[in-house]
């Protein structure tokens, strides 16, 4: 797959871009958050290898990457969920697994509860659950203002590893953070940083994700500097079919710091 392969749909009211490749049976990938964030920063570098075995499809969640952001709309988990469902009709597929990393997580989450005839396997990398105090990485993602500098600096609190920040990944999502209404679209997903004392982050609570049925598998990096690995625990913890995988040396992109044991580990619980 190339960037160019881009495609787009109406769902939702909104032009919604997304990438389509490989057969089978039906897996999508939901990006997280954060100035520049799409489907392509978050999951080009593994699309191809799980379209060898599933059909794969990758949405820009409404507001974010390249689908579009509207003034005035109320975006929250609710119309995450129906847009995504409505994607869904759009592309004539009435179930399909899912992989969502972080926000995109929260989204699949709101999936399996809200619409759980939707949803067969859910797969929930980095993301958040309960509450924490909010990290560096979630207020710098707030604080950002769009500039090759500054994006650069925000994306090293991410990885593990700082060498996987590229000069074309901070080009990329510096070019995707600068459209029109990309900031203060995430700015309605993130808390405000507090000018002093800790600022708390909401997340599903255990109560809700107690009524998940669908069979999960939860994967965290240790060292995830933006969404604590607590959060992994959590879910772990009260979703009744799941299972949890914790990365060494890892940050928040366990699929590009980890990345053959995310496809072995992803591929064989799907296919299992």
Partial sequence: MHETDRKYVQAAGHNTAYFECGQGTPLLLLHGSGPGVSGWTNWGGVMDQ??????????????????????????????????LVEFMDALGIDRASLVGNSFGGAVGIGLALF???????????????????????????????PSLENMRALMELFPYDKNLITDELVQSRYEASARGGAQDALRKLIPKPADEGETMVKAFPEKAVQNIRAQTLVLHGREDGVVPVQCGRILSENIPNSDLYVFGKCGHWVQTEQKQKFLNIVTGFLAG
């Fill in 50 to 83: 799980l379209a060898e075995r599933f059909h794969v499809i990758v949405p820009d969640i409404a507001g974010f990457g390249f689908t579009e952001f509207k003034d005035g709309t109320t975006y929250d988990i609710k119309f995450w969920v129906n847009h």
């Fill in 115 to 145: 619409n759980p005839e939707r949803l067969d396997k859910l797969v929930l990398l980095g993301t958040p659950a309960g509450t924490f105090v909010q990290t560096k990485g979630l207020a710098g993602a707030w604080l950002y203002e």
